[in-house]
């Protein structure tokens, strides 16, 4: 019979620290192929440029992807990787993050391969809080396949695959996340390196699985999608910056900020003034209840991206699926001395047919 073995291993791999490394070192070989101008390219300067501060060894770091544009980002990583298969990602890795706990896994991955194939996959590897980083690139488009409505593409869009626009209602990614009981969700923006350097910072410090979706720019057929988030006129008066602990206030001279509506129980964008100063809320994203952050979320209009919330909008500690299965396996070890998976296999409920 074979027998179950290696809980203890799994309990106590510990990931090999690295020598002092550079951005170069985590750039491999491979030439980087998207579109001329693709929002991708910054993604992967800003992860490469961010590798570093890990600290870990690159044989202790893997990307796993699935099917996209965004997809073919660990031939540019100078680490372990897979390129999968269509929305599997987040199953794939959360094999190899269960089995091995010295590893960094990170998984990229696209709105339409998360979120069409791929829905059930992700909100259960988040729901489990498997250990696993999630960048969740978001163009609102089907790239890869040239132009068609993805999950997120706002409702009345043109595609070929929408002639006369889209009739589905779209996913906010991160409603949905937080929907699904993850313990870490995020938002930043492919152009934002320093923003998108800072939440990357924040989801590999957090101990389970973090969600960040990135917007990113589809310069071939969806151009210009997130164009009032990235002009710096318009920016000021339509990114909510989300900072830990600091009243959610924006616009010029920070003149507008968020509070709840007595009466209704929603939040809603006012001008400051001294009656209401008061009122506006202090970000917690640390909150045990995800309301504020759930509310938070649904600020931004898909239509027009006016007054949308970037940051941490949720990171709260819940055991880490992987380090609960090891313990299971450790008591069930210390019990028996040895695990039998013929015994486990069988149970009580199987007999033996006697022809």
């Known amino acids: 019979m074979t027998e179950l073995t290696g809980a203890r291993t799994l309990l106590s791999l510990v990931p090999k620290a690295a020598a002092k490394q550079s951005m170069k070192d985590f750039k491999s070989d491979q030439e980087v192929r998207w579109c001329p101008g693709c ?12 590798m570093p501060e890990l600290g870990l060894a690159k044989e202790n770091i893997v990307f796993v992807s699935g099917i996209g544009c965004s997809s073919r980002f660990p031939y540019y990583m100078n680490t372990y990787g897979m ?9 794939i890795a959360t094999g190899l993050a269960t089995s091995r706990r010295d590893l960094s896994v990170w998984v990229v991955t696209g709105d339409g391969d998360a979120l069409s194939i791929g829905g059930n996959h992700l909100i259960h590897a988040l729901r489990r809080n498997v250990n696993l980083k999630i960048l969740l690139f978001n163009n609102r488009i089907y790239g890869l396949t040239k132009g068609q409505y993805s999950p997120t593409s706002e409702i009345g869009k043109i595609t070929k695959s929408t002639p006369m626009g889209s009739l589905d209602a779209p996913f906010n990614p991160v409603s949905l996340a937080i929907g699904a009981e993850a313990s870490f969700v995020a938002r930043t923006v492919d ?8 939440v990357l910072r924040a989801a590999a410090d957090h101990q389970g699985t973090a969600l960040v ?10 151009d210009g999608a997130f164009e009032v988030l990235k002009d710096h006129e318009q920016a000021q008066n339509a990114v909510i910056r989300l900072e830990q602990g ?8 920070n003149a507008k900020g968020v509070v709840r509506n007595a009466a209704t129980g929603d939040l809603e964008v006012v001008t400051v003034t001294a009656e209401n100063e008061s009122r506006v809320l202090v970000h917690d994203a640390s909150s045990a209840s995800p309301t504020n952050a759930f509310a938070l979320s649904r ?15 949720r990171d709260v500690a819940r055991p880490v699926y992987d380090t609960l299965m090891a313990e299971q396996l450790e008591t069930a070890m210390d019990r028996s001395g040895k695990g039998d998976l013929g015994a486990l296999l069988s149970g009580n409920d ?4 006697v022809g």
């Open 39 to 50: 929002g991708d390219y910054a993604v992967l300067a800003a992860v490469q440029g961010f």
């Open 83 to 91: 390129h999968s298969i269509h929305g599997r990602a987040p199953a």
């Open 191 to 198: 152009s934002d390196r320093k923003h998108l350097t800072e």
């Open 213 to 222: 979706e990135i917007y990113q720019n589809c310069n071939i057929f969806n």
């Open 246 to 253: 600091q009243p959610i206030r924006f616009g010029t001279d």
């Open 299 to 313: 600020l931004a209009d898909p239509d027009t991206l006016h007054q949308t919330p970037i940051g941490v909008f």
């Open 350 to 353: 199987t007999w033996t047919v």
